[in-house]
């Protein structure tokens, strides 16, 4: 008699890469922080303030900090829907092929939905 296929992953498991994303989105969150600090620090400075046209320094400096708190904000909703995964017991399952994504690239991409072979297929 053949073994079935692993659909899901066990309880057990899912506990690892509860923790694994419940760190990762402590330390986003952080980080999002601080860019969110940046920006009210940046805003209420007498550099802040409108200095002419001739210095687009600190515009860009300005811009880069929203560019990387969205980003930040983009990878708080992945995990977070991840953790809705875990909680539905469907996490780790590639939403293209149906199977099994390897627990080393959820330990290292723990938001994907995609598996390798689904990835370079795109």
């Not at 419940?22 to 200095?51: C, I, M, P």
């Not at 996490?91 to 092929?97: D, F, P, S």
Request: aromatic share 4%; with cysteine.
């Amino acid at each position: 008699m053949q073994a079935r296929p692993q659909t899901r992953y066990s309880d057990e498991q899912l506990a690892e890469f509860k923790a694994i994303i419940d760190a990762r989105l402590a330390e986003a969150r952080k980080q999002l922080q601080f860019y969110q600090d940046q920006l009210a620090e940046h805003t209420n400075s007498e550099e802040g303030k409108v200095r002419g046209l001739d210095d687009g320094t600190g515009t860009m400096t300005n811009e880069e900090t929203h560019r990387l708190a969205n980003r930040q904000q983009q990878l708080i909703q992945h995990l977070e829907n991840a953790l809705l995964r875990i909680q539905n017991k469907v996490y780790g399952i590639c939403r293209v092929t149906g199977e099994l994504i390897s627990p080393e690239r959820l330990r290292i991409v723990p938001h994907t939905t995609l598996s390798i072979h689904a990835k370079q297929n795109r």
